[in-house]
DNA sequence: CGCGATTTGTGCACGTCTTCACAAGCGCCT
DNA sequence: AGGCGCTTGTGAAGACGTGCACAAATCGCG
């Protein structure tokens, strides 16, 4: 292993480099790496160690090595990380090479939130389209896009190539619109709408659920609660918290 | 095990029946059972097998089983588990009995969204505050709420009582914001901002980054497409993906 | 040219999560 | 009252993810 060659990113035509099949845990951390990769690079570091990166995304860093040894990774010993390179190979492994176009379905109060997020467009993402099934939102203009209806996806769809939809619906509406986008060819969804969808195999959903983020605080809140409250010296309970908050991770020092 | 008495819940006044410590997978899987049974109720059933409830809620009969008798469940072998005493019980361990007050800091693009967010709302969260750091901001009205200054934030978190703080600003503002809510109290909080932040021990972080969904998402696009480019028969790459648009985890039928 | 400092890549052991498979318990019907 | 079918709760096995600790590799310096 480790010969120093690159077997995929760099020739960037006909790709079908083999992808190896990391493991899930090690791909939902990589979007992570990057964006920390990108601090590095714009602090002007062209090399970084394991450690400072990893400190950087706060993981630890023996971590980070193994899922970067995941990719035949490109570190030197006793140097550290290539980060231009690094920053390549991870997005070509994440198929970041292209800007990928996606559907927002749903353009309601967060679908409108979404469609003006610069964050996808920085980071390899281009919404291409905004759809809607309430008429009276169809060709209200967001963020420089006209909303259309939803039964135009087979047309958008075709237009733009899109692989990626984004639901922002209301629960009621979600599964009907899953329907619709793996009807026309989408294999990859994004739910925002607290239901689950059912789609045939082959196609990828993920789930954000903002309110589930929230209860599962609740759940530490209350449990830390319950601690305080009965054991012996402690004190300083709910109300405290003094002073100290100072750093714990600190992802602070990043290259030198 | 499992004399049938309520350890906890009915009897909310107290608290602290010893709140069993349930792994972290379980914790991140109770709210979507919630969610389920609070289906299930609303479509009549009084009962509900594991069977059921778990394709309602998206994962396998036995993990959900495990999951509630981590939190010495009530169920009755034969019959099901009463959907009323197990909505009881969860909402109990989650801290969901009383309605949490949350203060969201940023109401920028996504912050404006969030604060208009019925989830919320719903489903056990009061928004009690919403602050921003820039003063053409602060006065604004949303949904009924006046947008204060951050700096108020002392005032706010006292008033209210709150405990866990939503940051909504872009990733530059969001450690000093995190440290502002550490020093007034806030011992959880749910973090939108695409960062990495530094708290003290016993304040516990979560994350949701939207564009890390979407390059989570890309990568999969990424391998089916390099798999559909090789092999042999197949066919049918990119562009078809033909009829067949019906179910695979079929979470329909679920009490009866 | 060799040596020491540094940092990656990884074998191994450990812990956590998942899944299977089945005994124990419950209600209903005869 | 007894038996039968259904469903829970759980032991045990397996899969997966994590973290330690160290050998291998590289650089820079004397």
């Not at 939102?137 to 006209?146: A, D, L």
């Not at 047309?155 to 009907?176: F, K, M, N, R, Y």
């Not at 809140?221 to 004190?235: M, V």
């Not at 100072?246 to 992802?251: F, H, K, P, S």
Request: net charge negative.
């Amino acid at each position: 292993m480790s010969q120093h060659r690159h077997p995929g990113a760099p020739g960037r035509a006909g790709a079908v480099p083999a992808l190896p099949d990391l493991p899930e845990a090690t791909v939902a951390r990589l979007p992570e790496y990057l964006r920390a990769l990108h601090n590095v690079a714009d602090s002007g570091h062209e090399t970084v160690s394991s450690e400072g990166l990893a400190s950087a995304a706060g993981v630890n860093s023996a971590k980070l090595r193994k899922d970067l040894s995941h990719l035949g990774s490109y570190g030197t010993r006793g140097v550290g990380y290539d980060v231009a390179l690094l920053i390549e190979q991870i997005e070509y492994v994440l198929g970041l090479t292209q800007r990928r176009a996606v559907a927002l379905v749903g353009v309601g109060n967060l679908g409108h939130a979404l469609a003006g997020y610069d964050g996808f467009a920085s980071r390899g993402f281009r919404i291409a389209a905004l759809l809607d099934a309430d008429p009276a939102r169809v060709g209200e203009e967001i963020n420089g896009m006209i909303v259309r209806h939803v039964d135009e996806l087979p047309q958008v769809v075709a237009e733009e190539s899109i692989a990626i939809g984004v639901i922002a619906t209301p629960a009621g509406a979600a599964q009907g619109v899953a329907d619709q986008l793996v009807a026309v060819g989408v294999t990859s969804i994004l739910n925002f709408a607290p239901c689950v969808l059912s789609v045939p195999e082959g196609v990828d959903v993920r789930k954000v659920d903002l309110a589930i983020e929230l209860q599962i605080l609740s759940f530490h809140e209350h449990r830390k609660a319950s601690l305080t409250a009965l054991p012996a010296t402690g004190g300083s309970a709910l109300t405290a918290l003094p002073g100290g908050l100072a750093a714990t991770d600190t992802q602070e020092a990043i290259g030198t």
